[in-house]
């Protein structure tokens, strides 16, 4: 059974970074998509990134494009995103989310962060604020 550990969250002023990590548990990455979901305060769960982890292919919103990076590590068992620039807009809480896909959409289609419903495992989230 696949288990989403996210961590890296913090408190940070405008224009600093943070590093936010998601870690895989019972199961390596190959064939899911990894998505970056987050819920700001009174907002709905918005899609901020996702990796086709299998061939490192990736998507992001336009909201944190040039911004945010997201990437994975040599072993599929472990999502990155590393945020910088931050803005007071960026506070939330951050959820990863696996997103099992056939190996034709793995191979052959950009991953989907704006349909959190396709994904069926999620971690318990990781709070950032950016505040002055």
């Known amino acids: 059974q696949l288990r989403l550990v996210e961590s890296g969250g913090g408190s940070v002023q405008p224009g600093g970074s943070l590093r936010l990590s998601c870690a895989a548990s019972?199961?390596?990455?190959?064939?899911?998509?990894i998505g970056w979901f987050r819920r700001a305060p009174g907002k709905e769960r918005e899609g901020v990134s996702c990796?086709?982890?299998?061939?490192?292919?990736?998507n992001y919103a336009d909201s944190v494009k040039g911004r945010f990076t997201i990437s994975r590590d040599g072993a599929k068992t472990t999502v990155y995103l590393q945020m910088n620039n931050l803005e007071p807009e960026d506070t939330a809480v951050y959820y990863c989310?696996?997103?099992?896909?056939?190996?034709?959409?793995?191979?052959?289609?950009?991953?989907?962060?704006?349909?959190?419903?396709?994904?069926?495992?999620w971690g318990q989230g990781t709070q950032v604020t950016v505040s002055s």
């Open positions: 989310a696996a997103d099992p896909r056939s190996r034709y959409e793995l191979l052959f289609r950009q991953c989907v962060f704006d349909r959190p419903a396709d994904y069926d495992v």
């Open positions: 019972g199961d390596t990455l190959d064939y899911y998509y």
């Open positions: 990796i086709s982890t299998s061939v490192g292919s990736t």
